[in-house]
């Protein structure tokens, strides 16, 4: 993560950014309003803007175009700090509360120590290109399971059923079953739903040439059974600088699936788990991991960890043992990442002793982030 001095520079400028126009507020070093503004934003007007103010720091909070913002902002010479959005309170509780006067907070925080806005870094063009693929395949595969859905449910609805399939088979069987007579508009349904299936298979076949092609390190995270190219291009994608932990360990916490925690006295609930960090990786750690202790997954020592953790408490169980297992999962992807080591599914973790699922280690690491919300299943 870029160092931030946190001696009150010449000059702070912050910026509210919106999807049109963005709102520009400047302040001295003894904490003077000097300017207000606003301009587009373009990529043109923000290669032009501030010439006046060389070196300032320029203080945004992360969104949709502070990629691409804070990189031009940077080739500019720019000390550039972009807020997390966690811990600026002052704007999303504000009684008075506008684009302009956030651009001022923005200002004033930056100010006084960038580390209060706990700054994030994006990641890097290319990274951020690739990840538009998976984040593609993964928007594509969300649809399809709509419309699965709303087959069946249209058919149960009429008295018919379709029978259990995976989704890249449905519009085969759905159509031996369902017809316009008894469903109507059913046929344009299964057409789509065709049409989808193809396109996913064609984006695997291109995650997986780019991840042989340009991430020859995702060879290593896939010796782990149920560990394919999605998962492991999206692990290497979304990390990108394994050494930015201290401890593989980390991992669990940045990811969001370590438990949250809201301990009073003597009383300590039971709370789910954080859900940070990038939903998608998230999502298929957890795939994977359901795979790994499910009917066909080999034997190993994180099949047998999960199956000891799903043994009670029914669904309920199976769920939390899933979670767990993604937990260690992403433990050790990061450590075969480090290393380069040859994967043993048995006796790995008890001849290395790093896998032991340990309290979170809440020690804050600077997210590599996009602003990409994706819920879709996804195998990978």
Not at 37 to 50: D, H, K, N, Q, V
Not at 106 to 134: C, F, K, S
Not at 146 to 158: F, I, P, Q, S, T
Not at 307 to 331: D, I, Q, Y
Request: aromatic share 4%; with cysteine.
């Amino acid at each position: 993560m870029k160092e931030h001095t946190t001696n009150a520079p010449a000059t702070t400028i912050g910026i509210d950014i919106g999807d049109t126009r963005s709102h520009v507020t400047v302040i001295d070093q003894a904490g003077q309003w000097q300017e207000a503004a606003t301009l587009p934003t373009t990529r043109e007007a923000f290669s032009r803007a501030f010439s006046a103010y060389g070196g300032a720091r320029i203080v945004l909070e992360v969104g949709t175009h502070s990629p691409w913002i804070s990189r031009i902002l940077m080739q500019r010479g720019f000390d550039v700090v972009i807020a997390n959005p966690r811990r600026v309170r002052l704007i999303a509780a504000a009684d008075r509360k506008n684009d302009q006067v956030d651009a001022e907070v923005l200002a004033r925080l930056g100010r006084l120590d960038p580390a209060l806005l706990a700054p994030i870094t994006h990641r890097e063009r290319q990274a951020q290109q690739d990840l538009v693929l998976l984040r593609t395949r993964d928007g594509l595969v969300q649809t399809r399971t709509k419309l699965v859905n709303m087959a069946r449910g249209h058919a149960k609805a009429l008295g018919l059923r379709v029978p259990s399939c995976s989704a890249d088979a449905f519009h085969h069987r759905a159509a031996s079953v369902l017809t316009d007579q008894d469903v109507p508009g059913v046929s344009v349904v299964l057409q789509t739903i065709e049409h989808l299936t193809g396109s996913i298979r064609e984006l695997d076949r291109q995650i997986q040439a780019l991840a042989d092609r340009r991430y020859p390190e995702t060879k290593v995270l896939r010796q782990i059974a149920g560990v394919g190219p999605l998962t492991a291009l999206c692990y290497v994608l979304t990390i990108e600088d394994p050494t930015r932990f201290s401890s593989s360990r980390r991992l669990g916490a940045y990811l969001g699936l370590t438990p949250k925690q809201r301990d009073s006295g003597d009383r300590q609930p039971q709370l789910g788990i954080s859900k940070r960090g990038d939903i998608l990786l998230r999502r298929l750690l957890v795939g994977s991991a359901r795979y790994i202790i499910g009917p066909f997954g080999p034997d190993s020592d994180l099949r047998s960890f999960g199956l000891r953790l799903s043994a009670s408490g029914g669904r309920a169980g199976r769920s939390r043992a899933a979670v767990a297992v993604a937990r260690k999962l992403a433990v050790l992807l990061h450590r075969l990442w480090l290393t380069g080591e040859v994967y043993q599914p048995v006796g790995y973790s008890a001849a290395a002793g790093r896998l032991t699922v340990e309290p979170a280690d809440e020690t804050f690491v600077a997210p590599k982030i996009e602003c990409h919300v994706a819920s879709a299943p996804a195998v990978g």
